[in-house]
């Protein structure tokens, strides 16, 4: 044990130096990579190594058409590094092979005095930048050579503008790539032309190691496979080969002798893209391949040794390069996994920050709504029944008392028994009208000498006072209404931000699975997009053939997937020839468990053709199914309008996602405030949960519905007043388990009403739906409308809807096709 104890000390031990070692490590790169940054950035070494760079670049052996262009770029877009980009300019001319230190100086002052013309007379001066490059470049360079040869020659003059014309484009491309080497960040993906110019600004730069070696290897040769390499390795072929493409053009008119290296640097740039699976390894083999190949072609055949070595060299810097400087290039490169990642944390943030706001809301609508109770809450406290009391008498004292002469005696000397007679008497007239007790008024009469006027200005109070208490119960109602309200719409959103929130899960693997699995039985599938794989709520879109309307989608690829997923999946929507090769676009989903086959049958009174009864289906999705019914007060156009508008408010409210009790509620607050006159409605909703066969009965004004059930039929039942007569109610909502098979019949007061001659119409309608031979659901709505006109002997007296639902399990149209490839099928799920 004490052998076990010490090397767990010990392991304990070692574990803490290791951390405390890694701790170390982490803090000294953090420090070597802040003071890198501010050395390269904010003093400016950067700028001061590519303007010597530039400085001693030269092509086609007697031009230097980078050093304007930098020096421009610089000065137009940093202008605090533009002396420290001309004095870097000028010591690259200074230590150069090609002697063009009088050009470059001259260039150099000429270009400050003509950008301080320019500035004078043009409001954009960097718009004008490649002119004042080109008229700088062609002045200066015919000035040198009129100085050194005291004459200008047609080849001079010809050099000079070619020279110019070179430092024109090449400003344009500096100065949308010199801010990315001179900026610590950049918070955009790069576009393809800039990442083009930024080859182009490298590939240049490199041209300044022109004639420098290490070994006999050339260092422009090493740094521009290098570069071929590392783009290669982050973009790919497409990215590798037109790196390779542009650097080698641009070394090849540095020095005409490495021509061929264009060829080796593109060639090798494609087999490294198309090796990059096999990370730093394979792109490093793709160049040896292409140094080999095209290494022992042009004068590279040669010395084939020092190409190899060249070809070494750079991947041996490829491999010291950290991870963290090529994912943060990647980042800034279209298509690579880092850009991908990059763009979904700033999609992830932005839907942080969306749901964070709709979150906000939710908190302010439950706040309101707190604050709608609190206020009804002390609004209650404060006015009890003793305060109320006490503001009516106070308001009868003030129109009487107040001016007797007696007011002393009564109210300071006898306050009591004033007060309890007072009261006494408003307590007489709330209860009949007047003060109907003898005893009291007697007593009263000689107690007052003005009682006759206090009786009438009380019996005058108690009319406004209870005027007064109706506006507060109303106050109070609503109140209690927008309160509810609100904590529905507070629900509602917290939900929706909890849906903004959900992440869209990855299922490349059962992506993949599936398309191989319809592949294999010679389906032409091209891509698959899984949204969800839950039971019973899977979700998926494909882009496949139009197939001219044969019903594949329908009869073969649903089918297989649902042999796939061991359940019922059915075509969703499709879209015709959306993609440019002509596919089309095709959502499967989950098939419901059960289904509702719905029949109606309506007639309006006296056969008219406007009913005061309306009535819908509403799918409100997630899976639940509304049916409702709607009775307009009366019959006509008005009855039509208020039971019409009564499903319309409703409909929407509940396709908002908002419950069911208060979705009424609302619909009831807005038809009692806007009812001038006396026009109500009933309301007879359904709502049916086709997961779980569950239905739920609210029924406002409504009569029974039936549920048949074999030979059996249920009640359903509720009592609640019509919508519209008074703002505040509660829904009573009774829950009913439905089964495959069961039929749940809803109808108007019309049919409920129909038969005269019947006293117990409850029992009269449960026969003749237990009478029904026939279960098809709009054959029973028929025979039921009919049998109840027939009872009326053909007199159609009220406007008459029957609904009937039948409540079926999911059957699917094609039976699933299984697929002998179970391996992948089991994968997929």
């Not at 929706?496 to 869209?504: G, R």
């Not at 074999?710 to 009573?732: C, H, R, T, Y």
Request: glycine share 8%; charged share 20%; aromatic share 8%.
């Amino acid at each position: 044990m004490k052998r076990m104890a010490k090397d767990w000390i010990t392991l304990n031990k070692s574990e803490m130096v290791m951390d405390k070692l890694s701790n170390q490590f982490e803090m000294v790169t953090n420090k070597v990579g802040s003071w890198f940054h501010l050395v390269m950035y904010q003093w400016g070494l950067l700028v001061v190594i590519v303007g010597f760079l530039l400085g001693r670049a030269m092509i086609l052996t007697e031009l230097t058409p980078f050093v304007l262009p930098f020096l421009a770029a610089v000065f137009m877009l940093k202008r605090e590094r533009a002396a420290l980009a001309a004095m870097s300019l000028l010591a690259g001319a200074l230590l150069s092979y090609h002697g063009e230190i009088l050009f470059v100086l001259a260039a150099i002052i000429g270009f400050i005095l003509i950008q301080k013309v320019v500035s004078k007379f043009f409001d954009d001066p960097i718009k004008m930048a490649p002119y004042t490059v080109f008229v700088t470049s062609m002045m200066m360079r015919l000035l040198v050579v009129f100085i050194i040869d005291g004459s200008i020659t047609n080849y001079a003059l010809m050099m000079a503008t070619v020279e110019a014309g070179l430092s024109f484009i090449l400003t344009m491309i500096f100065i949308q790539s010199v801010p990315l080497v001179t900026s610590k960040k950049i918070n955009r993906p790069l576009r393809n032309e800039e990442i083009i110019c930024l080859i182009i600004l490298l590939a240049s730069v490199m041209t300044g190691t022109v004639g420098w070696s290490i070994y006999d290897m050339s260092v422009e040769h090493s740094l521009a496979r290098y570069l071929v390499l590392l783009f290669a390795f982050i973009g790919g072929a497409a990215i590798g080969s037109t790196v390779g493409v542009v650097t080698g053009l641009i070394l090849s008119l540095a020095s005409v002798a490495s021509l061929y290296q264009m060829s080796l640097l593109a060639f090798s740039g494609l087999l490294g893209g198309l090796l990059k699976e096999g990370k730093k390894v394979g792109v490093a083999l793709g160049l040896l391949v292409g140094t080999l190949l095209i290494g022992m072609y042009g004068d590279g055949g040669t010395n084939i040794s020092v190409t190899i070595m060249e070809s070494l060299l750079a991947i041996a810097i490829f491999f010291l390069t950290p991870k963290d400087l090529i994912s943060n290039l990647a980042r800034y490169i279209p298509g690579t996994h880092e850009y991908s990642k990059d763009q979904q944390q700033y999609l992830r943030k932005i839907r942080d920050v969306t749901a964070g706001k709709v979150e906000q809301f939710s908190n302010l609508f439950q706040t309101l709504s707190q604050s709608f109770q609190t206020e009804m809450k002390e609004g209650g406290n404060e006015e009890g029944p003793d305060k109320q009391m006490d503001y009516f008498l106070s308001e009868v004292t003030e129109k009487t008392c107040q001016t007797c002469f007696k007011k002393e005696r009564c109210w300071v000397q006898n306050f009591s028994k004033t007060y309890d007679s007072m009261q006494n008497l408003m307590l007489e007239t709330e209860k009949n009208g007047h003060v109907k007790d003898k005893i009291l008024a007697n007593e009263w009469k000689k107690y007052c000498i003005r009682s006759e006027k206090v009786v009438e200005v009380i019996k005058q109070e108690h009319s406004h006072y209870l005027v007064n208490q109706k506006l507060k119960k109303q106050v109070a109602e609503s109140q209690k209404l927008v309160a509810d309200q609100l904590l529905g719409v507070s629900r509602v959103m917290g939900d929706f931000a909890k849906e903004i929130q959900k992440e869209k899960q990855s299922f490349l693997l059962q992506e993949e699975s599936i398309l191989e699995s319809l592949r294999l039985v010679g389906l032409d599938i091209g891509h698959v997009d899984i949204f969800s794989l839950e039971k019973g709520a899977i979700e998926m879109e494909m882009s496949i053939p139009f197939d001219e309307g044969h019903g594949q989608y329908e009869k073969v690829i649903a089918p297989l997937l649902s042999d796939l997923f061991s359940e019922t999946i059915i075509v969703k929507s499709e879209e015709k020839n959306v993609y440019p090769n002509g596919f089309s676009h095709v959502a499967f989903v989950s098939a419901k468990r059960f289904v509702l086959e719905t029949g109606i049958a309506h007639v309006a009174k006296g056969g008219a053709w406007i009913s005061g009864d309306s009535y819908s289906t509403i799918d409100i999705g997630t899976g639940k199914h509304a049916i409702a019914i709607s009775d307009g007060m009366g019959n006509g156009e008005k009855a039509h309008f208020e039971s019409n508008e009564t499903l319309q408010l409703l409909q929407k409210i509940l396709q908002s996602g908002i419950e069911e009790t208060v979705a009424i509620k609302s619909v009831n607050s807005v038809l009692s405030i806007r009812n001038n006159e006396e026009m109500f409605s009933t309301l007879d909703l359904a709502m049916v949960d086709l997961h779980n066969a569950e239905a739920k009965f609210l029924k406002i004004g409504s009569i029974p519905s039936f549920i048949k059930r074999g030979s059996q039929v249920i009640k359903i039942e509720a009592s609640n007043l019509p919508m519209g007569i008074i703002q505040e109610f509660d829904v009573e909502v009774v829950t009913e388990q439905l089964k495959p098979g069961d039929m749940l019949i809803m109808m108007s007061d019309g049919i409920f009403e129909a038969p005269k001659h019947v006293e117990n119409k409850d029992a009269w309608i449960k026969r003749l739906i237990y009478e029904m031979a026939t279960s098809n659901p709009q054959e029973v709505a028929d025979v039921i409308l009919e049998k109840v006109i027939r009872s009326g002997r053909g007199a159609i007296e009220d406007d008459m809807t029957i609904i009937v639902s039948k409540i079926k399990s999911n059957t699917p149209k094609w039976a699933s096709i299984p697929i002998y490839n179970q391996k992948i099928g089991r994968q997929a799920q």
